[in-house]
């Protein structure tokens, strides 16, 4: 297609003109009211008790259900690839589950289930493990809602790498262990860093679904983005600004592994 | 030496193997040559291990292997593609094999280094395959696969990937290996050139059946089937008999059991000239002669001439040692 130059610099101008109001003035404007009473304020706000516990049990649980979420991906992004069986397209679909459904509907089933009025929910508390309004049931929403990423991620790299390189390790005498490990993993590397990436952004940053199953007991079962929703309802608008600032920081972080990630992904 | 038995396939409704029985002599280098659909493919797949049979039985060395996975085989296995581990330099690529297997580290060097030696690929240890050319990466495939020592070579069209000057010089670097390694080596191809010229025994497929089996010349000579004959080469009907191009001879004079036909057109390819034959009693052949027979008869167009089948014929072969026939 060919279009002028004028056409070609508004058209820059208005994608531009877009991003900035719908996405950096908004960003922007967080990190300034942040910081605009001091480093001092800043600090205090973060270092208080209920504000270091939320920020614990964010890192908490994302450290508990990522790699579990990535064991699982990879393990079923094999699966995909790699196994025929009947309901292939049924399992294709409900992966894709947690992109469709809201993430507070996700909260409110997982209620269902895990409550102690419930059957499932009894029998594990007769048992002594007590999965809502405390931290297993927020790993549980949390993985619930990263289940696509690495899977979505990892499906296609395998198949575009083929089959024919684990066929290879075979005939040289490689089990299916080592040829996981030795050549379906390095091939795949970078697909998962990518889903890891992306699925620990999206744990750090859920918010429905943790916020139902929570209970929200400060100090206990608050994590950073339920800090931010409390502080706001009460008031502390620049204590939200802080928390926000801290998890946007982390966001930026996570961008800056994905711009670092992507070239080597793409030419793997 | 593979011995097959009774083997059949079927993906869905295709019948890719129907009752296969062959033998593969130890240290031949064997051809399995067919159309694509034929079963050659399938048929080394099962051999490796890498597809399993519907029903039939595979022998390796004496021993029925059609249960053993292919990691217990005792094969070398040569993908069209290379199937190179593109995360690997060259050196760890061959060396794959004998780690898997715990050779002490000194054995495998050595061995890595002969065979790099062996394939031509001695300076290139620490590149990783996307630094190398199409024809190099199936050499070091090669050499990953021999690594192993294995009983029997296996290569699923392992030239059809590289372009025409590659390969023909690969078919005559892998002829050379093969007599200097002796490993007895199966060899995929759906290029009747190829299996001609590399193979010392063909296997002819079609359908999922053997058409025949044979020396190239007792195949391209005595064609036991229609099918044969016309995969092998082209083929002229002249009068009924189907003979090679070649093989007609012809001449100015009637000739008994000669056909009459007008010269309609001369074509020059060369260093042989085509000679289009109208047939007196219907219907049109090509000749193929030589520049010096066609001086000899001075031909043009529109020429009255006698086309005569002469064709040169292979001594009888020897009842093949175990190996029938199976059409």
Redesign the interface.
């Known amino acids: 297609m060919i279009v002028p130059s004028w056409a070609r610099l508004s058209l820059r101008t208005f994608v531009l003109i877009y991003l900035a109001i719908l996405l950096l003035a908004p960003v922007g404007l967080i990190f300034y009211r942040t910081f605009e009473p001091g480093l001092g304020a800043v600090w205090d706000s973060i270092t208080t008790p209920e504000a270091k516990s939320a920020f614990w049990l964010t890192i908490k649980i994302t450290l508990i259900a990522v790699p579990l979420n990535t064991i699982f991906g990879v393990l079923l992004a094999l699966i995909l690839e790699r196994k025929q069986f009947r309901g292939k397209a049924l399992l294709n679909t409900i992966i894709d589950l947690p992109f469709a459904i809201s993430p507070v509907v996700i909260g409110l089933s997982l209620l269902l289930v895990y409550s102690i009025n419930e059957p499932v929910g009894g029998w594990l508390a007769d048992r002594g493990i007590r999965v809502m309004f405390s931290m297993p049931g927020m790993v549980l929403a949390t993985m619930f809602v990263i289940v696509p990423f690495v899977v979505r991620e990892v499906a296609p790299v395998l198949d575009e790498v083929g089959d024919?390189?684990e066929?290879?390790?075979?005939?040289?005498?490689?089990?299916g262990w080592?040829s996981f490990w030795?050549?379906t993993l390095?091939?795949i590397r970078w697909g998962v860093a990518y889903g890891v990436v992306l699925s620990t952004a999206r744990a750090i940053g859920e918010f429905g679904a943790v916020s139902v199953v929570s209970g929200k007991l400060v100090g206990k079962t608050q994590t950073l983005t339920l800090l931010v929703g409390e502080r706001y309802g009460n008031f502390d608008v620049h204590g939200a600004y802080v928390a926000s600032g801290l998890l946007a920081l982390i966001a930026l972080v996570t961008l800056l592994a994905m711009t670092l990630i992507n070239p080597r992904r793409e030419h793997a | 030496m593979i011995r097959v038995s009774g083997l059949t396939k079927q993906f869905g409704d295709f019948q890719a193997l129907a009752e296969i029985d062959l033998e593969i002599p130890e240290g031949s280098l064997t051809a399995l040559l067919g159309p694509s659909g034929s079963g050659k493919s399938t048929l080394l797949r099962i051999i490796a291990g890498l597809e399993t049979p519907d029903g039939g039985r595979v022998e390796i060395d004496g021993a029925d292997a059609t249960g053993v996975p292919p990691q217990r085989r005792g094969i070398g296995f040569v993908f069209q593609h290379y199937a190179a581990f593109k995360h690997m330099t060259v050196y760890d690529n061959v060396a794959f094999g004998l780690k898997i297997r715990k050779t002490p580290k000194a054995d495998t060097q050595r061995r890595v280094d002969e065979l790099l030696g062996i394939v031509g690929l001695a300076g290139y240890s620490a590149r990783y395959p996307s630094q190398l050319s199409g024809g190099q990466r199936q050499r070091m495939a090669l050499a990953r696969a021999l690594a192993v020592e294995p009983r029997v070579l296996l290569l699923d069209e392992p030239f059809g990937a590289l372009d025409a000057t590659v390969r023909e010089e690969l078919r005559q670097w892998l002829r050379r290996l093969h007599d200097e390694v002796g490993v007895t080596t199966v060899l995929v191809t759906h290029d009747q050139q190829e299996a001609m010229d590399v193979a010392d025994r063909l296997v002819v497929l079609n359908g999922g059946r053997i058409e025949q089996i044979g020396t190239p010349r007792e195949i391209y000579e005595r064609p036991a089937t229609p099918f044969t004959m016309g995969f092998l080469g082209p083929t002229a009907d002249l009068g009924g008999e189907v003979v090679r191009p070649h093989d007609i001879t012809l001449s100015r004079e009637p000739v008994s059991g000669g056909h009459e036909a007008m010269v309609r057109r001369v074509h020059y390819l060369g260093f042989e000239v085509r000679v289009e034959l109208e047939l007196a009693e219907g219907g049109s052949v090509f000749v193929q002669i030589t520049r010096r027979e066609l001086a000899e008869l001075e031909l043009h167009d529109g020429d009255v001439i006698w086309a005569r089948s002469e064709t040169l014929r292979a001594p009888e072969p020897r009842p093949p040692a175990g190996a029938e026939q199976v059409s």
């Not at chain 1, 066929?167 to 089990?175: I, R």
């Open positions: 024919e390189q066929q290879a390790a075979a005939t040289l005498g490689a089990s080592q030795r050549i390095p091939s």
